[in-house]
């Protein structure tokens, strides 16, 4: 079974929001020429991918809704795409890829979970996927979200956007058991 194997077809059927903050330059890289790429990433997924508007700030927000297996497929997508960018901006074909970074906006109350007891969780899921992941410390300006940096290869960025779904899925999960008794 492939890591692609497990991250499909095995989610719950329940609807899950993920959410990046980028820059207008990586926010045009995603919506294409007429807005081609992002439909094409919106019908090959089957998530919904809403972009703020950017005429207030220079960074924008990516909204990422629908099951995880559809989350994750979007991700893939969106990956690939910085990786083929980056790529296309190298002066040496023979120099090592850079790696692509996101930055999903987390709920604070969530992030607890996602690292772990004492780094345990996120520990783990950096030497499962190999990615490097950064859970900022405080809170983004006037808000009750956590920034946290997923930085890697499309694969490794793709894999831990499934764990994190699954963090957010076990929170959700134990919210809904502990008021059903």
Known sequence: MTSEDKMTGESPAVTLTIRLVMLGKEVGSIIGKKGDTVKKFREESGARINISDGTTYPERIVTITGSTDSIIKAFKMITNKFEEDLS?????????K?????????????????????????????????????????????????????????DAIT????????VMLEVWYYSVLTHLY
């Open 88 to 96: 296309s901006t190298m002066q040496s074909p023979t120099a090592p």
């Open 98 to 154: 850079p790696p692509v970074t996101l930055k999903l906006v987390v709920p604070a109350s969530q992030c607890g979970s996602l690292i772990g007891k004492q780094g345990c969780k996120i520990k783990e899921i950096r030497e499962t996927t190999g990615a490097s992941i950064q859970v900022a410390t405080d809170m983004l300006p006037n808000s009750t979200e956590r920034a946290v940096t997923i930085s890697g290869t499309p």
């Open 159 to 166: 894999q831990s956007v499934y764990h994190i779904c699954c």
